[in-house]
């Protein structure tokens, strides 16, 4: 067994920076960031092109006065630019916090006032404006720095940050000796759904020591990976797949700026590790099935051979060797059925394929794996600098996996999942009164995930701390289970579950705004907008036979009583979803007011 001081001797004085120099030095020849340009060709860098612009990039910031205890604010799309922004901020001793790219000028105004930013680094005139609106309140902020302004917009004193890439480029081996692995390596903004946002504070030993949890977890070194980096550099996951992993492991990066776009990006980058949301690859599945439905017959022989996928992974996940009759059906269904479709969706070959940031359905990670899509669930938080839980070789579905190398688990007396190890922040950045709610101190990380470890030390994740349902009645329910077995039917793209202090349990259900035009228009229908969807007759029936076959799945009061189609779809980053598409149950709630209290209204 693999302790936190086993990894703390692999890991013992290495920072990200100094990382970064080995790579560039042992793998400079590699392509280590690609972009789609405006033309629609590809641009891309090697990690000796990489190196040189993040080290121009840290003499143009030390000339504008950045250094040791510095914090940069970054607020920019997946691109790039941003690459050698965070390096070149790095090899300064500054600290770069990335900003969610849909914050208002407010929202920004507390996390510049908050971090003690000293430069922003923006991407548009857009994201300019909006720290523009607030700059007269942050005299700490002195240096603004816009990456595209083709027309010339920005105020005279807002630098352009093609010019910094002008510099000489500073002494990496040098700059790397200043940085010290206790010094701060960025800061992680909550979401703020429940109040305003914390600064989750991570050490170069902490992401050193989580890469190293991580590689020891595949058990390989993945140089030279394919990544698809899609999701914002402000969340956790994203920012240790797609920039921390990919620096300590010489990945080849492509940025992709918008999530919208990731039908595209896939079957051209066809990545081999690959991590989504569930709400990703909820999206995925709709859209294949979606097609599949116009052709009832092709749909039944491939979910026939899905049915044997399914059988066939099982012996897979219990570390079995198939039968040669196995592998023959394996490599027939393979060829004929599901290699053409991964291709086209292009996972085929992807060989980590992870999900996590909130719950996934059963049913769906099944059809995943039965496809031959090794896709696995991984478990944790800002807080543990991301993972904390998984196994990728042998899953155990409905588990979030055991804890990865150097973790250590417990649960309380009220089912909490606690943990330690060196991914575990120091605390939140200058509020001593938060940190003391998550770490206790012997340094344990309360999770607020309730949770259930199996014989085999595999954790399930059952919810929230405070997000489980007490109905009237005094039963606990989890309504994210609920909420995942509703948003397995191709219909529904968002469902929120209600019934605290309630006599029974209610639900608002939302159709997936790409799926349901595609099934109307399959059926002959005339409705062709979301809005008009929902009111449609075929519609409603199709959504009360889906509520009825998800209810079969739970005890009768834990059972969808009554619900309501709204006419709405809930985007990322909005009132309803965070930018990764979890539920913000208190925004949810509050815009929902009324429809809610008429599910509880008694019937005529």
């Given at each position: 067994m693999v302790?936190?001081?086993?990894?703390?001797?692999?890991?013992?004085?290495?920072?990200?920076?100094?990382?970064?120099?080995?790579?560039?030095?042992?793998?400079?020849?590699?392509?280590?960031?690609?972009?789609?340009?405006?033309?629609?060709?590809?641009?891309?860098?090697?990690?000796?092109?990489?190196?040189?612009?993040?080290?121009?990039?840290?003499?143009?910031?030390?000339?504008?006065?950045?250094?040791?205890?510095?914090?940069?604010?970054?607020?920019?799309?997946?691109?790039?630019?941003?690459h050698i922004a965070d390096l070149g901020a790095l090899l300064c001793g500054a600290t770069p916090v990335s900003v969610y790219n849909s914050s208002s000028p407010e929202q920004i105004e507390y996390l510049v006032g908050h971090s003690k930013g000293k430069i922003a680094i923006v991407e548009d005139i857009d994201f300019l404006e909006r720290f523009l609106k607030v700059r007269s309140q942050l005299p700490g902020?002195?240096?603004?720095?816009?990456?595209?302004?083709?027309?010339?917009?920005?105020p005279d004193d807002v630098i352009s940050f093609s010019s910094l890439l002008e510099s000489d480029p500073i002494d990496m081996h040098a700059a790397v000796e200043k940085v010290s692995p206790d010094d701060l390596c960025t800061v992680i903004y909550t979401s703020g759904t429940t109040g305003p946002p914390k600064g989750v504070a991570l050490s170069h030993y902490n992401v050193c020591w989580t890469a190293e949890s991580y590689r020891q977890t595949i058990k390989m070194d993945p140089v030279g990976f394919r990544v698809l980096s899609y999701l914002p550099m402000a969340h956790i996951a994203e920012r240790m797949t797609g920039h921390y992993f990919g620096i300590v492991s010489a990945s080849e990066v492509t940025t992709c700026p918008d999530p919208g776009l990731l039908g595209q990006y896939l079957p051209q980058v066809r990545p081999q590790t690959f991590f989504g949301v569930p709400r990703v690859w909820e999206k995925l599945y709709a859209g294949v099935n979606a097609a599949l439905a116009a052709d009832a017959e092709k749909q039944a022989k491939f979910d026939e051979a899905v049915g044997a996928g399914k059988a066939i992974d099982e012996v897979?996940?219990?570390?079995?060797?198939?039968?040669?009759?196995?592998?023959?059906?394996?490599?027939?269904?393979?060829?004929?059925?599901?290699?053409?479709?991964?291709?086209?969706?292009?996972?085929?070959?992807?060989?980590?394929?992870?999900?996590?940031?909130?719950?996934?359905?059963?049913?769906?990670?099944?059809w995943f794996r039965a496809i031959g899509v090794p896709l696995t669930e991984i478990y944790g938080m800002s807080e543990n600098t991301g993972p904390l839980t998984w196994d990728p070789y042998k899953p155990r579905i409905g588990t979030v996996g055991p804890?990865?190398?150097?973790?250590?688990?417990?649960?309380?007396?009220?089912?909490?999942?606690?943990?330690?190890?060196?991914?575990?922040?120091?605390?939140?950045?200058?509020?001593?009164?938060?940190?003391?709610?998550a770490l206790d101190d012997e340094g344990w990380l309360h999770t607020g995930d309730i949770g259930v470890l199996d014989d085999a030390g595999y954790l399930k994740i059952v919810d929230r701390k405070k997000e489980l349902i007490i109905t009237a009645?005094?039963?606990?329910?989890?309504?994210?289970?609920?909420?995942?077995?509703?948003?397995s039917f191709p219909l529904i793209g968002q469902a929120a579950v209600i019934g605290d202090r309630r006599p029974y349990i209610s639900a608002l259900i939302v159709l997936d705004g790409e799926v349901a035009p595609a099934w109307?228009?399959?059926?002959?229908?005339?409705?062709?907008?979301?809005?008009?969807?929902?009111?449609?007759?075929?519609?409603?029936?199709?959504?009360?036979?889906?509520?009825?076959?998800?209810?079969?799945?739970?005890?009768?009061?834990?059972?969808?009583?009554?619900?309501?189609?709204?006419?709405?779809e809930w985007l990322p980053d909005s009132e309803e979803l965070t930018p990764t598409m979890k539920l913000k149950r208190r925004g949810v709630n509050s815009r929902y007011?009324?429809?809610?209290e008429a599910l509880y209204e008694k019937k005529a």
């Amino acid at each position: 067994m693999v302790t936190s001081a086993d990894i703390d001797k692999v890991v013992d004085g290495q920072t990200v920076p100094g990382e970064f120099a080995k790579t560039v030095a042992n793998n400079g020849d590699l392509i280590a960031i690609r972009w789609r340009k405006p033309d629609d060709s590809w641009g891309e860098w090697t990690y000796d092109e990489y190196g040189d612009k993040a080290c121009r990039m840290a003499t143009a910031l030390a000339g504008l006065g950045v250094g040791k205890g510095d914090r940069a604010l970054l607020m920019m799309r997946n691109r790039p630019e941003f690459h050698i922004a965070d390096l070149g901020a790095l090899l300064c001793g500054a600290t770069p916090v990335s900003v969610y790219n849909s914050s208002s000028p407010e929202q920004i105004e507390y996390l510049v006032g908050h971090s003690k930013g000293k430069i922003a680094i923006v991407e548009d005139i857009d994201f300019l404006e909006r720290f523009l609106k607030v700059r007269s309140q942050l005299p700490g902020l002195e240096r603004i720095i816009v990456i595209d302004d083709p027309d010339g917009l920005a105020p005279d004193d807002v630098i352009s940050f093609s010019s910094l890439l002008e510099s000489d480029p500073i002494d990496m081996h040098a700059a790397v000796e200043k940085v010290s692995p206790d010094d701060l390596c960025t800061v992680i903004y909550t979401s703020g759904t429940t109040g305003p946002p914390k600064g989750v504070a991570l050490s170069h030993y902490n992401v050193c020591w989580t890469a190293e949890s991580y590689r020891q977890t595949i058990k390989m070194d993945p140089v030279g990976f394919r990544v698809l980096s899609y999701l914002p550099m402000a969340h956790i996951a994203e920012r240790m797949t797609g920039h921390y992993f990919g620096i300590v492991s010489a990945s080849e990066v492509t940025t992709c700026p918008d999530p919208g776009l990731l039908g595209q990006y896939l079957p051209q980058v066809r990545p081999q590790t690959f991590f989504g949301v569930p709400r990703v690859w909820e999206k995925l599945y709709a859209g294949v099935n979606a097609a599949l439905a116009a052709d009832a017959e092709k749909q039944a022989k491939f979910d026939e051979a899905v049915g044997a996928g399914k059988a066939i992974d099982e012996v897979r996940r219990r570390g079995e060797e198939l039968s040669t009759e196995q592998q023959a059906t394996w490599e027939f269904l393979d060829e004929v059925a599901f290699q053409p479709l991964k291709q086209m969706i292009g996972l085929d070959q992807v060989k980590f394929a992870l999900t996590g940031a909130a719950p996934i359905g059963v049913d769906l990670l099944e059809w995943f794996r039965a496809i031959g899509v090794p896709l696995t669930e991984i478990y944790g938080m800002s807080e543990n600098t991301g993972p904390l839980t998984w196994d990728p070789y042998k899953p155990r579905i409905g588990t979030v996996g055991p804890a990865m190398p150097g973790v250590a688990l417990k649960l309380l007396e009220d089912g909490e999942v606690c943990a330690k190890g060196g991914n575990v922040f120091s605390g939140y950045l200058d509020d001593p009164e938060k940190t003391a709610e998550a770490l206790d101190d012997e340094g344990w990380l309360h999770t607020g995930d309730i949770g259930v470890l199996d014989d085999a030390g595999y954790l399930k994740i059952v919810d929230r701390k405070k997000e489980l349902i007490i109905t009237a009645g005094g039963k606990n329910i989890s309504p994210a289970n609920l909420e995942n077995a509703l948003k397995s039917f191709p219909l529904i793209g968002q469902a929120a579950v209600i019934g605290d202090r309630r006599p029974y349990i209610s639900a608002l259900i939302v159709l997936d705004g790409e799926v349901a035009p595609a099934w109307a228009k399959a059926r002959g229908l005339s409705a062709t907008t979301v809005q008009e969807l929902a009111a449609d007759p075929e519609v409603l029936a199709e959504i009360e036979r889906s509520v009825a076959e998800a209810n079969k799945r739970f005890s009768n009061v834990e059972q969808i009583k009554r619900w309501t189609l709204l006419a709405d779809e809930w985007l990322p980053d909005s009132e309803e979803l965070t930018p990764t598409m979890k539920l913000k149950r208190r925004g949810v709630n509050s815009r929902y007011a009324a429809e809610i209290e008429a599910l509880y209204e008694k019937k005529a």
